[in-house]
């Protein structure tokens, strides 16, 4: 099985999660590591914005690509939207579900093969709609042991409901994905801490035609692909501003890590394993204090440290929002 694969490094990565080192940026899909109480209905925001100025790219096709600065003319703009709600089935056990709205902007330009020789084309994409939906389930197995908080496991299960059109723009996959997570919680005095890594399966792309130049029907480019599974993590620091607790600062360091895609013929995809490391400065306003972190505003800026993928910024926005109701 090819989760089987990789499942060591989240093994080996475990450790790291405890030892790295009180803040609510939860994951996004399987929520917050010390999670819900019974009864209790968590509403969670997140916005963030990206327009590119570094491409993965070589005007020689002769040449492999890289990161290099975006060409004149280009422009990618891309708005994400996130809403997530969870609930506390026991003080223990809650679940979730997240949608993900995408605004995208492109204009770029692609090489074509023409007979034996390759081209550039200039490839233009406006769409925006709902992306795929995330249902997850959290347990927590440790809670309030002296510094550990908690730590918590993680399921989440994708299912492919954008539809083909909009996966053929890059909203949605196409693909039923599951999503393994390990979440900390950790006092470290001063400083608090809040953690987690997870290893994503990705399945295969369902069967998707287009219409090509000629306007026959043909497979689209990613049709039936195995795409590569993903690896990603957050330590996250954080520091409380003022005495009241309703000012803080953090500090985490953000990644993933994508694996080689199969091609419908089983055959690996040349350069298709991409990765992202950033660190992500947030200053916090909580209303109500510590009292209640799962309450709170943040504005952050993702800062990429290494990037190989299709397209990167160098400062990412990101406004997230949160608030709970109801309980026991």
């Known amino acids: 099985m090819k989760i089987l694969k990789n499942i060591f490094v ?17 994951e996004d899909v399987t929520g917050c590591p010390l999670g819900l109480n019974k009864g209790v209905i968590w509403l969670v925001s997140r916005t963030s914005y990206i327009s590119a100025d570094k491409v993965y790219w070589n005007p020689d096709h002769a ?24 609930y506390g089935i026991t003080d223990r056990l809650d679940a979730g579900m997240l949608l993900t709205y995408w605004d995208k902007d492109i204009k770029k330009q692609v090489w074509k093969q023409q007979q034996d020789h390759w081209i550039t084309k200039w490839k ?10 995330w249902f997850a ?26 539809d083909n059109p909009l996966v053929t723009k890059g909203i949605g996959t196409g693909t039923k994905d599951i999503r393994f997570c390990i979440l900390s919680h950790v006092n470290l005095g001063i400083f608090h801490n809040c953690n987690h890594i997870f290893y994503e399966y990705r399945g295969k792309v369902r069967k998707i035609e287009v219409k090509d130049d000629q306007c026959q029907v043909v497979p689209w480019t990613k049709s039936e692909w195995d795409l590569g ?12 501003l003022n005495e009241t607790g309703t000012l803080q600062a953090h500090l ?14 089983g055959d690996k995809v040349d350069d298709s394993g ?5 660190l992500y400065p947030k200053i916090v306003f909580l209303p109500e204090g510590e009292k209640d972190e799962h309450r709170k505003v943040f504005l ?27 309980g026991e």
């Open 300 to 326: 952050g800026l993702k800062v990429p440290l290494s990037a190989k993928k299709d397209f990167s910024a160098i400062i990412q926005p990101k406004l997230t929002m949160m608030w709970t109701f109801g």
């Open 10 to 26: 989240v093994t080996a990565c475990f450790a790291l999660i405890l030892a790295a080192a009180h803040t609510i940026q939860a």
């Open 137 to 162: 389930a959290k347990y927590k197995l440790i809670a309030d042991r002296d510094w550990i908080e908690a730590v918590s496991l993680g399921l989440g299960i994708k299912l492919d409901t954008a």
């Open 124 to 133: 233009t994409s406006r769409a925006h709609g709902f992306g795929d939906i």
């Open 63 to 86: 040449e492999d690509p890289e990161m290099t600065d975006i060409p004149d003319d280009w422009y990618i703009r891309i708005k994400q939207s996130s809403f997530r709600v969870g």
């Open 274 to 278: 991409n990765h992202e490391h950033c």
């Open 252 to 265: 985490g360091l953000v990644g993933w890590l994508k694996f080689e895609d199969e091609n419908a013929d």
């Open 229 to 240: 599974d993903k690896l990603n993590y957050k330590f996250n620091i954080e520091y409380g």
